[in-house]
């Protein structure tokens, strides 16, 4: 059972590293400090987007509207922060 905790907490941190790279590019793309038009940046921007959106859509549906400002990779971030805190204080289930 330690293997099962050990390999969900490895794919957490695997969807942690991912939506780091998606956030932090995204604000780099709204600074233009990257361009689209770059063949690279587009092809990880769009893998990170297609890894992600199934993720953020369902967030959406729940989410009000705010034009403008997308809050679901926020909400996305705190669910997965806070399964990983749920996860770790209950370890003793896994032993």
């Known amino acids: 059972m330690q293997s099962l905790f050990q390999i969900i907490m490895l794919i957490l941190d695997i969807v942690w590293f991912v939506m780091i790279a998606h956030i932090i590019m995204s604000w780099l793309i709204n600074f233009q400090v990257l ?6 940046v587009a092809q990880i921007w769009y893998g990170l987007n297609r890894m992600l959106e199934p993720i953020y859509g369902r967030i959406r549906e729940f989410l009000p509207s705010t034009p403008g400002l997308d809050l679901a990779p926020l909400v996305a971030f705190i669910a997965l ?4 805190i749920i996860l770790q204080n209950n370890a003793m289930a896994f032993y």
């Not at 361009?35 to 690279?40: E, G, K, V």
Request: hydrophobic share 50%.
């Open 35 to 40: 361009n689209l038009h770059q063949p690279i």
């Open 81 to 84: 922060i806070a399964i990983r």
